[in-house]
């Protein structure tokens, strides 16, 4: 009997969720997912200078908002410390490890000579095989894991293949510090083992830590876990991704308004591919994630091509969910007080019966929102240029005979309000459009907005008549 997969998300809480990190978390919680497995959560925080809380909290916020939730309780590296002495004083038992008393001028010697011979520096070994009775008095020691320096250290990658490196290129790692703290190797070791974690999937860059982990399991006697080391994400001209790509934290697409479940979709896609299928339910994504389906080049990040996946997820989501959203991502976005000032129960009902009209246009829900300030915008209105552009003696004159055409409108809704201005037009000689758009400049302060009709019902008569009253004349 197999044992139950067992991943592990282990981001270092030095920053924010990063794209890339946020795609590392999904694989893992897909596959453990697809397996009926668990997804663990780790938090390598053995970096105490650079650790710091408010970024283990971008991190766990991060990934609740992506809707990626792991199994048991988050694991603290630094917690687990004395574990990580306890492995190192074990490997020094069983003779795999030693005590190295190289000080830090002749490691800076040793840099300094490689760099100069042009070769690659490398620790050389000289306490591999000393006796510690010859360490200089009162020296703390390091402790070096006794590496094999013939053969091949070789692993069995599920996205890169067979991966070898040559034992003599791999020199003695430090385990353990003079300080007495553990090294990342020595760490993500025993916690890999200790957590039961049975896959490691993360990014290709730490493939030379694999070779050096699987050194310490081996040393140890400890199964490797199965290994799969996905490409990077590299901006859209093939180069490192950099910020003006979108190397941001999962919270900044938040308050660019793309919505959860369009990230994940989009990041599911990045370099992995199941067909030509683009949209995928999360049930879907499980059901079809593979580790085989992975590239083994970079994928390109491509800003229109989340924007256009984003617009379709704002299109098919249920209003209401939308007006969540919109809640959500307004503690963002600059200059939004006097909107949540006015959130309401009359204004949300507005919203949700203009929604169907604001999401057929808008790509984030920041566009939303701003699609949204007809609502809740105050008299007398600030207009757009453009808007204002529109707004000549004449066609003031013509909002206040609309005006007074829908002021005789009673019974106020989209299709009674089209039929009175679509009398008026027929009567003056009008085309619809020669009308809608001074309504349009009168109601919203724009020349774009949600249909003409739609905006008349969720304003209301009495404000739809008192703004056409402050842009009209005669």
Request: aromatic share 6%; hydrophobic share 40%.
């Amino acid at each position: 009997m197999t044992a139950p997969v067992v991943t592990r998300f282990a981001p270092s809480p030095t920053g924010f969720l990063h794209i890339g990190g946020g795609r590392t978390a999904l694989f893992n919680w897909l596959y453990a997912r697809k397996h009926g497995g668990k997804m663990l959560l780790r938090i390598e925080d053995t970096d105490r200078e650079r650790s710091t809380e408010p970024a283990i909290a971008a991190i766990l916020e991060g990934l609740k908002w992506l809707g990626i939730e792991w199994d048991d309780k988050t694991v603290y590296q630094f917690q687990r410390a004395a574990r990580h002495r306890e492995v190192a004083e074990q490997l020094l038992a069983s003779g795999n490890a030693y005590r190295c008393y190289a000080t830090a001028e002749e490691l800076t010697q040793m840099r300094e000579l490689a760099r100069a011979e042009g070769r690659a520096i490398r620790y050389d070994g000289r306490w591999r095989d000393r006796d510690p009775s010859e360490a200089p008095a009162g020296a703390k020691p390091t402790i070096r894991l006794k590496a094999p320096t013939t053969g091949e250290t070789v692993i069995e990658d599920q996205v890169q293949g067979r991966v070898v490196w040559q034992n003599e290129n791999l020199d003695d790692l430090v385990l353990l510090r003079s300080d007495g703290n553990p090294t990342y190797m020595l760490a993500v070791v025993v916690d890999d083992h200790d957590m039961g974690v049975t896959h490691v999937i993360r990014g290709d860059d730490h493939l030379i830590n694999a070779a050096r982990q699987k050194q310490i399991y081996d040393a140890l006697g400890w199964t490797v876990p199965v290994m799969a080391h996905i490409p990077l994400i590299h901006g859209p001209d093939g180069s490192k991704l950099s910020k003006r790509h979108g190397a941001l934290g999962v919270e900044a697409y938040r308050a660019m308004g793309y919505l959860p479940e369009a990230l994940r979709n989009y990041l599911v896609r990045l370099g992995w591919s199941h067909g030509d299928q683009e949209i995928f339910s999360t049930q879907e994504m499980i059901d079809a994630f593979d580790l085989s389906a992975i590239g083994r080049s970079a994928a390109r990040f491509d800003f229109a091509k989340l924007e256009n996946l984003n617009g379709h997820y704002i299109r098919t989501s249920d209003d209401k969910a939308l007006l969540a959203a919109f809640e959500d991502v307004l503690q963002f976005v600059q200059d939004s007080e006097a909107i949540q000032a006015k959130l309401n129960d009359t204004t949300r009902a507005q919203l949700l019966a203009a929604m169907p009209g604001l999401k057929e246009r808008a790509k984030t829900i920041v566009e939303l929102i701003d699609s949204a300030k007809f609502i809740f915008a105050d008299r007398p209105l600030v207009m757009e240029p453009k808007a204002a552009a529109v707004l000549t003696p004449e066609t003031r004159e013509l909002i206040g005979r609309l005006r007074e055409a829908l002021e005789s409108v009673k019974n106020w809704s989209a299709e009674t309000t089209e039929a009175a201005m679509r009398e008026f037009a027929e009567q003056n000689g009008l085309k619809l459009g020669g009308v809608a758009q001074p309504l349009r400049v009168a109601l919203t302060g724009r020349t774009t907005s949600p249909g003409i009709f739609d905006v008349l019902a969720v304003l209301g008569r009495q404000t739809c008549l008192d703004r056409l009253k402050d842009q009209a004349t005669g």
